[in-house]
T-cell receptor
Framework: NAGVTQTPKFQVLKTGQSMTLQCAQDMNHNSMYWYRQDPGMGLRLIYYSASEGTTDKGEVPNGYNVSRLNKREFSLRLESAAPSQTSVYFC???????????????FGPGTRLTVL | GDSVTQMEGPVTLSEEAFLTINCTYTATGYPSLFWYVQYPGEGLQLLLKATKADDKGSNKGFEATYRKETTSFHLEKGSVQVSDSAVYFCALSDLRKDDKIIFGKGTRLHILP
């Protein structure tokens, strides 16, 4: 049981290049999320997917696109990378508990992206 | 909208000292409250949670009580260790609204041997 996995762990891009960050979970969770973490800013939600086939914008979606390929996988794409997108990116997944109570989110180890 | 405010860091303590990290929240509903911990170079992991008023979450010697009257969820530990050095995030979630978690900005904790 690997939990949430992310690839790659590190990436350096030049301005204008594109790339896709991959995320997969093996916990059969319905919801998946992409966050970015910047110093002093905490975690900011980029996009999330409440179920297979649906995606919604979070707090900072500009410059990103996502694909919920199936229940397990949720990818984040940068079409034309900018230095402002230098950050650590985390994928997470969760599922609803019983009685409408929130369940925890499980996080991947992160992708450290530098855009030059 | 809903929000979480936690004390700014870094917080530096000596080993075996008492720890308090303050967290207050604003919410229109009845959220669940969480503390997450992030060790260097890793993703976040759940430390403890509380789902209703007066609940106490506890794990690894850490405790936090859901105080609705003061809208607070302060994290405490009686005797910290060097291995507790990490970044701690307070968070809330209300599934009656959506599937999102709202995080505070994090508090970095340094424990000196």
């Amino acid at each position: 049981n690997a939990g949430v996995t992310q690839t790659p762990k590190f990436q350096v891009l030049k301005t204008g290049q594109s790339m896709t960050l991959q995320c997969a979970q093996d916990m059969n969770h319905n919801s998946m999320y992409w966050y970015r973490q910047d110093p002093g800013m905490g975690l900011r939600l980029i996009y999330y997917s409440a179920s297979e086939g649906t995606t919604d914008k979070g707090e900072v979606p500009n410059g990103y696109n996502v694909s919920r390929l199936n229940k397990r996988e949720f990818s984040l794409r940068l079409e034309s990378a900018a230095p402002s997108q230098t950050s650590v990116y985390f994928c997470a997944s969760s599922d609803r508990g019983t009685g409408g109570l929130s369940r925890e989110q499980f996080f991947g180890p992160g992708t450290r992206l530098t855009v030059l | 909208g809903d929000s979480v405010t936690q004390m700014e860091g870094p917080v530096t303590l000596s080993e075996e000292a008492f720890l308090t990290i303050n967290c207050t929240y604003t919410a229109t509903g009845y959220p669940s409250l969480f503390w997450y911990v992030q060790y260097p170079g890793e993703g976040l992991q759940l430390l403890l949670k509380a789902t209703k008023a007066d609940d106490k979450g506890s794990n690894k010697g850490f405790e936090a009580t859901y105080r609705k009257e003061t809208t607070s969820f302060h994290l405490e530990k009686g005797s910290v260790q060097v291995s507790d050095s990490a970044v701690y995030f307070c968070a809330l979630s209300d599934l009656r609204k959506d599937d999102k978690i709202i995080f505070g900005k994090g508090t970095r904790l340094h424990i000196l041997p």
